[in-house]
């Protein structure tokens, strides 16, 4: 998922703080996280923090009945990996040149627009008024 915005939101009354990562094809994954006194959460931290979280959800070895198909509890491997993190293990750690050119390949090919230069366009219509204050001194 390629993330195209973030969005924090502090729920005072709650005592939860919630952020949104927003995926180019419109997913949202949110992160609620409570508010303690003594935690430091705050709305420049919070993206970091829900990040983190995230991390340790994705690596963590979560018992999955649903996903038994090959033996293990877990739905992955048998040392704990699940099969989205064997899935998203970059091409750099198993030296395999080819695959790192294609993702090189297609990263250009996703961000070409953005490097495109930029042209600026301004759109004013001209009203005719003028400030009353300026008008008799002309």
């Known amino acids: 998922m390629e993330v195209i915005g973030t969005q924090v939101h502090p729920q005072a009354s709650s005592g939860f703080m919630t952020v949104e990562f927003v995926g180019e ?30 991390l340790k959800v994705a ?47 297609e990263g250009l090919e996703s961000s070409f627009p953005a490097s495109d230069p930029v042209s600026v366009t301004v759109s004013t219509i001209p009203s005719g008024r003028m400030d009353p204050k300026k008008a008799g001194k002309q």
């Open 59 to 105: 690596n963590s070895k979560q018992p999955d009945k649903d996903a038994v198909e090959d033996g293990t509890e877990h739905g992955g491997t048998a040392d704990g990996e699940s099969p989205a993190v064997i899935s998203l293990r970059s091409a750099r750690a198993a030296h395999d040149t080819g695959t790192l050119e294609e993702q090189l390949d």
């Open 25 to 54: 094809d419109g997913d949202v994954i949110s992160v609620q996280m409570h508010r303690g006194e003594n935690d430091g959460l705050n709305r420049l931290n919070a993206i970091e923090k829900a990040k983190a979280m995230m």
